[in-house]
């Protein structure tokens, strides 16, 4: 019986471990240092087995005792290329759902010449994104056309029924990752040209995207969007951009966020101070934050980002639970304390991807979209954990069957990997809608 070993036990794991379980007979074990985590996992799936340790500090020997033939890491990024090496010197394969770093990506000969399979990117974005574009763009290409244009967009959310509270957000994945992307520096092609906008000017550049049967979403360039030039072989694209989607107003809050500094990472004499001495000390007064604010960014106290402030606990004269930290750990606080589901409430994931082509001989361009709108299940798995753990878990069957075995360092953008991937995807209900216009 072939063996996979599961790193992590959080909310990813579990659609990841339900479909494991559904569709193979495999021996499935999953260690986490969170006792709480692996015996949820126990009471859904008491046929899986669990293990509790520190997964980062002892890797290497929860990989000896179980053996497995391939490992899912569902860790932190920063542990990727630990593991990589790991799986490299134990001989299993490898899946995980985030971003390929360089030292692993260095990996890619040693791991040829050692017959195994890594493939990373494999969640929903990056992961979905990847494959429903490639495959967009083998079908242009096979058609004899040329992209021009490319864009993806990508956003989890709280699903309408959901949208309670005035910032428009909740989270279903990690504060931290959210609110450092609040600074994150980002990359697009407009007009054939690079351009830059760094520590957080990307949401200065906001546009509206209408998502049918949902309405109008806030967009913000994500990242460094033109490695994708390479990686999706399209050395024709002149506009080439990967956004972030968010409810309208989102990007008007972290503007004003990042400007009176809520973001920074500077430590802080935090000792003694409520929310709303903090607040003002980061508007340059002693007092009175909201009058503070409203000086420092030239708004009135009825503005929309005054108001979201407010309700997020700014300006309460409550003690920070803080003796020293920074003013990222401040807000991180609050946002885990305010910006959170109800029981039975759900989430909704929105992923759109467009390319748009010319083709000889054709006057009019075509514009190829591909569409994803998921909702969580209210007392079930939430659609970000479906869309990010059922890739990672079919590509590991898939490794294991055989019907991906090309060996290497990969991301899913070769029709070996995303074809049986999209496939089974949409036999477990995540599905893009297609369509193509004349523009």
């Given at each position: 019986?072939?063996?996979?070993?599961?790193?992590?036990?959080?909310?990813?794991?579990?659609?990841?471990?339900?479909?494991?379980?559904?569709?193979?007979?495999?021996?499935?074990?999953?260690?986490?240092?969170?006792?709480?985590?692996?015996?949820?996992?126990?009471?859904?799936?008491?046929?899986v087995e669990t293990v509790c340790d520190d997964t980062g500090k002892n890797a290497a020997a929860l990989i000896d005792n179980f053996s497995p033939d391939l490992v899912v890491n569902l860790m932190p990024p920063k542990l990727m290329h630990q593991v990589s090496k790991l799986c490299l010197e134990k001989k299993c394969h490898m899946v995980h759902p985030e971003y390929l770093d360089d030292a692993t990506r260095a990996l890619d000969a040693s791991v040829k010449s050692a017959g195994l399979v890594f493939v990373t990117e494999m969640g929903l974005d990056p992961g979905i994104d990847h494959m429903s574009a490639t495959r967009t763009i083998r079908e242009i290409k096979d058609s004899g056309g040329k992209i021009v244009s490319y864009r993806s967009i990508c956003g989890a959310l709280p699903a309408p029924d959901s949208n309670t509270n005035p910032w428009g957000y909740k989270f279903s994945w990690s504060p931290s990752s959210l609110?450092?992307?609040?600074?994150?520096?980002?990359?697009?092609?407009?007009?054939?040209?690079?351009?830059?906008?760094?520590?957080?000017?990307?949401?200065?550049?906001?546009?509206?995207?209408?998502?049918?049967?949902?309405?109008?979403?806030?967009?913000?360039?994500?990242?460094?969007?033109?490695?994708?030039?390479?990686?999706?072989?399209?050395?024709?694209?002149?506009?080439?951009?990967?956004?972030?989607?968010?409810?309208?107003?989102?990007?008007?809050?972290?503007?004003?966020?990042?400007?009176?500094?809520?973001?920074?990472?500077?430590?802080?004499?935090?000792?003694?101070?409520?929310?709303?001495?903090?607040?003002?000390?980061?508007?340059?007064?002693?007092?009175?934050?909201?009058?503070?604010?409203?000086?420092?960014?030239?708004?009135?106290?009825?503005?929309?980002?005054?108001?979201?402030?407010?309700?997020?606990?700014?300006?309460?004269?409550?003690?920070?639970?803080?003796?020293?930290?920074?003013?990222?750990?401040?807000?991180?606080?609050?946002?885990?304390?305010?910006?959170?589901?109800?029981?039975?409430?759900?989430?909704?994931?929105?992923?759109?991807?467009?390319?748009?082509?010319?083709?000889?001989?054709?006057?009019?361009?075509?514009?190829?979209?591909?569409?994803?709108?998921?909702?969580?299940?209210?007392?079930?798995?939430?659609?970000?954990?479906?869309?990010?753990?059922?890739?990672?878990?079919?590509?590991?069957?898939?490794?294991?069957?055989?019907?991906?075995?090309?060996?290497?360092?990969?991301?899913?953008?070769?029709?070996?990997?995303?074809?049986?991937?999209?496939?089974?995807?949409?036999?477990?209900?995540?599905?893009?809608?297609?369509?193509?216009?004349?523009?």
């Open positions: 019986m072939k063996t996979i070993l599961i790193f992590g036990a959080g909310r990813v794991s579990g659609p990841c471990i339900d479909y494991l379980a559904r569709k193979t007979d495999y021996r499935i074990a999953v260690a986490d240092i969170s006792k709480e985590n692996l015996d949820a996992i126990k009471r859904s799936f008491p046929s609110i450092g992307a609040s600074k994150r520096t980002a990359k697009i092609i407009e007009k054939g040209k690079e351009i830059l906008w760094p520590d957080g000017v990307t949401y200065e550049h906001v546009y509206l995207e209408e998502i049918d049967g949902l309405g109008a979403f806030e967009v913000y360039a994500n990242a460094d969007s033109t490695p994708y030039k390479t990686i999706y072989g399209i050395p024709d694209v002149t506009e080439l951009y990967r956004g972030t989607i968010r409810y309208p107003g989102w990007c008007e809050t972290i503007c004003g966020m990042n400007a009176l500094g809520f973001f920074e990472l500077d430590e802080m004499d935090l000792k003694g101070l409520t929310f709303a001495e903090f607040t003002a000390k980061l508007a340059g007064a002693k007092s009175a934050p909201k009058e503070a604010i409203c000086r420092a960014l030239g708004v009135k106290p009825w503005a929309a980002f005054i108001m979201r402030m407010e309700w997020m606990g700014f300006f309460d004269d409550k003690p920070i639970t803080l003796d020293k930290g920074s003013a990222r750990d401040v807000v991180t606080l609050l946002f885990g304390e305010k910006l959170v589901y109800a029981k039975g409430e759900r989430d909704l994931v929105i992923l759109r991807d467009e390319c748009v082509a010319a083709f000889p001989d054709v006057q009019k361009k075509r514009r190829y979209r591909s569409t994803l709108i998921d909702f969580g299940a209210p007392e079930g798995f939430t659609s970000i954990a479906r869309t990010t753990g059922l890739p990672s878990a079919i590509t590991a069957r898939f490794i294991l069957e055989g019907k991906i075995s090309t060996p290497g360092v990969h991301v899913p953008v070769t029709p070996e990997i995303f074809d049986p991937v999209l496939k089974e995807l949409e036999a477990e209900n995540i599905k893009l809608e297609e369509t193509i216009a004349e523009v």
